[in-house]
């Protein structure tokens, strides 16, 4: 599994911040990520979004994508 970074996990935190309450896809999520110098696989992107879903950092506002902040 690949070693994920706090770095690159909030980061990417910041990117669905920016995104809003609408959230985003994943692949433009890596895209964004990869437009700031953090390439990585769709696995690791998968390893961090799972990450922050667990620890109520990142809901799923709908199929697909993925947005920033607790759930209500």
């Known amino acids: 599994m690949?070693?994920?970074?706090e770095d690159e996990q909030a980061l990417m935190?910041?990117?669905l911040?920016?995104?809003?309450?609408?959230g985003m896809?994943?692949?433009e999520l890596r895209?964004?990520?990869?437009d700031q110098g953090r390439q990585m696989s769709r696995d690791k992107l998968h390893q961090m979004?799972?990450?922050a879903k667990d620890a109520g950092d990142?809901?799923?506002p709908g199929y697909?994508?993925?947005?920033?902040?607790?759930?209500?």
């Open 2 to 5: 690949a070693q994920v970074s």
């Open 64 to 72: 697909g994508k993925w947005a920033r902040g607790r759930k209500a």
């Open 25 to 27: 896809q994943p692949k």
């Open 58 to 60: 990142t809901p799923q």
């Open 49 to 51: 979004l799972k990450a």
């Open 31 to 34: 895209q964004l990520l990869a």
């Open 17 to 22: 911040a920016d995104a809003g309450p609408q």
């Open 13 to 15: 935190l910041l990117i």
